[in-house]
């Protein structure tokens, strides 16, 4: 499996505030890589440099082989239109149904008719089991429902990237490991590469073939292995973690 991201020297903050520094790795194709670690150690900020939201201090970011930190103009849109990004929130438009949601993406990005437009809004609903779904609205829907509503609006553009921000968070443990499955087949069945920032165990050893640990100390990477690994790792904060 070739490598679809690199993050290479990667320093991450906020102005003159470091968070990470010193940060490398490859997210390879095909896989579901998890970041990983401790509140407070910089995941999400991780998150936020890999898709765009914030200029990195320091160091590369590559999807597909170009430089997404110093891209701009049309590179920087190819760039975008590799990736889908369902946020922690789910972030869906209230007042839009949840088709309309998924609408969205095609009706701003693609050059689909209405038709078209529709029918692809609704396989990406059924992709995710909430094709029944489609008029209802996101606050008429529980909350693992919003998450697979901001999974198929992440999809709609068929991105060869999905960037996943705490998909389990404020779920029941039966509705998260629903969401976990979802989460595998649909890198098995789409041969999606998939990054999900998680501080969930199940989620983990559900759906993880690697993952990368941060730790808010180090302000970096303390270990990157596959999750039964990290678990027997020798850094004691990495076990600990497993336990």
Request: hydrophobic content about 45%.
């Amino acid at each position: 499996m070739h490598p679809v991201i690199r993050v290479d020297n990667l320093r991450c903050g906020y102005g003159e505030r470091v968070v990470l520094d010193h940060i490398s790795f490859e997210v390879r194709s095909g896989e579901v890589l998890a970041i990983l670690g401790g509140s407070g150690c910089g995941k999400s900020t991780l998150l936020k440099h890999m898709i765009g939201l914030y200029p990195p201090l320091a160091g590369r970011i590559e999807i597909g082989g170009d430089d997404f930190a110093t891209a701009s103009g049309e590179l920087r849109e190819r760039i975008l239109r590799r990736f889908g990004v369902m946020y922690q929130s789910g972030a869906l438009f209230g007042s839009m149904s949840v088709l309309d949601n998924v609408r969205l993406p095609l009706e701003s990005f693609s050059e689909l008719d209405d038709e078209a437009i529709d029918l692809v809004a609704r396989l990406k609903l059924r992709l995710v089991g909430l094709e029944e779904f489609a008029d209802f609205l996101p606050s008429e829907l529980s909350g693992g429902m919003q998450k697979r509503a901001a999974i198929a609006r992440a999809m709609a553009l068929d991105p060869a990237i999905l960037f996943l921000d705490e998909p389990s968070a404020g779920l029941d443990p039966v509705t998260s490991a629903g969401l976990d499955g979802l989460i595998r087949r649909l890198a098995e069945s789409q041969g999606m590469t998939i990054v999900v920032v998680t501080h969930e165990l199940a989620g983990i050893n559900a759906i993880a073939d690697r993952a990368v640990m941060l730790d808010r100390e180090e302000k970096g990477i303390i270990a990157t292995g596959a999750p039964a690994e990290l678990a027997q790792h020798p850094d004691a904060r990495v076990r600990r973690f497993f336990l």
